[in-house]
Every structure is written in C-alpha cells, then in structure tokens.
C-alpha cells in the first residue's frame, strides 16, 4: 500500500519561510509528474505547484509564484517545497500528490492526481 507522508509545516510569521517535504512509498516516483495543493477550510482543494517527473520543468499558480518553489529528490522518493515571504492568505493545510493520470501537470487540478497524505498545517500570522 502507497504511504505518502507530508511534513514540517508549522506556524510562522507573515514574511517568514518554510520547506515543506513529501515522501510517497513504495512507488515509481520517478515516473510521475508531482504536485502540491493547499486547502483552507470550506474552500476546494488548490493546486499551487507541479513539477515534472525529471524536476527540470514546473509549474506554480499566481498566487505564489515568486515565493514557492517546488523540487524533488527522484533518489530518495522526496519532493519539497520551499515558502518564501509567507502571506497570511498561505494558511492552510498543505498536501502533495502523484500525477497518475498524466492530465495534471498543467492543469494542477485535484481531480488528475492520486496518493494523498494527511498534509502538514501551516499557519501564518500577521
């Protein structure tokens, strides 16, 4: 059974940083397309970044593009996202996903990506 675990997010101050990381096993991850999503309660969940399955190529929604930036680790089955310049609005509950369908790395929608953790909280206070 695929087991995809998410961690250190945390709480910080507005303009403060974080590194997210993921970890998804045992799987091809190499093979795939990844993707981070947020939510925020009673709201769908976002796709805020994708990358493709070698890591030479991303994509990031305008909301953080310019702050985000995803990454993997095909070595180790890792993908990361690091928080620059965190926003009160970047509060939510961070997941990451496999893009198993292949329709999901420009699209950064939910519905195209498969293996969801528990996610990692993070909170940003003003």
């Known amino acids: 059974q695929v087991e995809v675990v998410e961690s250190g997010g945390g709480s910080v101050q507005a303009g403060g940083s974080l590194r997210l990381s993921c970890t998804i096993s045992?799987?091809?991850?190499?093979?795939?397309?990844m993707g981070w999503f947020r939510q925020r309660p009673g709201e769908e969940r976002e796709g805020i970044a994708t990358?493709?399955?070698?890591?030479?190529?991303?994509t990031y929604a305008d909301s953080v593009r310019g702050r985000f930036t995803i990454s993997r680790d095909n070595r180790k089955n890792a993908l990361y996202l690091q928080m620059n310049n965190l926003k009160t609005d970047d509060t939510a509950m961070y997941y990451c996903?496999?893009?198993?369908?292949?329709?999901?790395?420009?699209?950064?929608?939910?519905?195209?990506?498969?293996?969801w953790g528990q996610g990692t909280q993070v909170t940003v206070s003003s």
């Open positions: 996903a496999a893009d198993i369908s292949g329709g999901g790395y420009y699209s950064r929608s939910a519905h195209e990506f498969s293996y």
């Open positions: 045992p799987f091809a991850f190499s093979d795939y397309a």
């Open positions: 990358i493709s399955w070698r890591g030479d190529s991303a």
